[in-house]
């Protein structure tokens, strides 16, 4: 530790660097919130680093230093709208409910209010991811891959969780569970009801959670 200059205390190392990795975070949001912001209105081609790093206040070769291009900044966007928007991240809650969880309905209803939480997050982002896809875009076709692949795992992961509590119908699969799942966190499905249809998200979680009801639980004649 230094000298005081002026007779104030000095500064600590470890509060400047606080302060750094402070001002770095909140950098990053703002540079993610942008980007999202931009891609979503001017859709992904017609994007540009430079724009993202004018709206945040940023250099571009911190963009490129923190994200590694438009790819990274995608990728980026959308594992942060898994994440959800009530607090703990939406798969850590998922989790806790599914080990808690006394009633197979209720499980249900709960996944279908995480559906109506990240879908509006989420979908967007991978209907621009999609698109970016569809038109040639050979790191957009990469992450569209990546990104089916890893919630499929997760769907998986959750289908092998709720059968091993007895809640499903006992002639079901963990694939076939799965699949369920798969389909209704599906930005399509979202894109058909909300975007096209003007259903709220809170309508679409339920319907969704009713939709898994249907199609999991034993039926109540046995």
């Given at each position: 530790?230094?000298p005081?200059?002026?007779?104030?205390?000095?500064r600590?190392?470890?509060?400047d660097?606080?302060?750094?990795?402070?001002a770095?975070?909140?950098?990053?949001k703002r540079?993610?919130a942008?980007?999202?912001?931009l891609f979503?209105?001017?859709?992904?081609?017609?994007?540009?680093?430079a724009?993202?790093?004018h709206a945040?206040g940023?250099?571009?070769?911190?963009?490129?230093?923190?994200?590694?291009g438009?790819?990274?900044?995608?990728?980026?966007?959308?594992?942060?709208?898994?994440?959800?928007?009530g607090?703990?991240?939406a798969e850590?809650?998922?989790?806790?409910?599914?080990?808690?969880?006394?009633?197979?309905r209720?499980?249900l209803?709960?996944?279908?209010?995480?559906?109506?939480?990240v879908?509006?997050?989420?979908?967007?982002v991978?209907l621009?991811?999609?698109?970016?896809?569809?038109?040639?875009?050979?790191?957009?076709?990469?992450l569209?891959?990546?990104v089916?692949?890893?919630?499929?795992?997760?769907m998986?992961?959750?289908?092998?969780?709720?059968?091993?509590?007895?809640f499903?119908?006992p002639?079901?699969t963990?694939e076939?569970?799965a699949d369920?799942?798969?389909?209704s966190?599906?930005?399509?499905l979202?894109?058909?009801l909300v975007l096209?249809r003007g259903?709220s998200?809170?309508?679409?979680?339920?319907?969704?959670a009713?939709t898994?009801?249907?199609n999991?639980?034993?039926?109540?004649?046995?």
């Amino acid at each position: 530790m230094g000298p005081a200059v002026n007779g104030a205390p000095p500064r600590s190392r470890g509060y400047d660097a606080r302060r750094r990795q402070e001002a770095a975070e909140e950098s990053r949001k703002r540079v993610l919130a942008e980007s999202r912001a931009l891609f979503l209105a001017k859709g992904y081609g017609r994007t540009t680093i430079a724009a993202i790093s004018h709206a945040a206040g940023v250099s571009k070769e911190s963009v490129y230093k923190g994200f590694g291009g438009k790819p990274g900044l995608v990728r980026a966007i959308y594992e942060q709208s898994l994440l959800g928007s009530g607090g703990p991240p939406a798969e850590e809650r998922s989790d806790r409910a599914q080990a808690t969880a006394v009633d197979a309905r209720e499980l249900l209803e709960q996944f279908g209010r995480f559906i109506s939480e990240v879908s509006p997050l989420g979908s967007p982002v991978y209907l621009l991811i999609r698109d970016a896809a569809s038109s040639g875009d050979q790191d957009m076709a990469a992450l569209l891959r990546h990104v089916d692949d890893e919630r499929y795992r997760r769907m998986l992961h959750n289908a092998h969780q709720v059968l091993k509590r007895g809640f499903l119908r006992p002639d079901l699969t963990a694939e076939e569970v799965a699949d369920v799942f798969f389909m209704s966190t599906s930005a399509e499905l979202y894109e058909t009801l909300v975007l096209k249809r003007g259903w709220s998200a809170e309508r679409f979680g339920t319907f969704m959670a009713r939709t898994l009801a249907a199609n999991l639980l034993p039926s109540a004649g046995g």
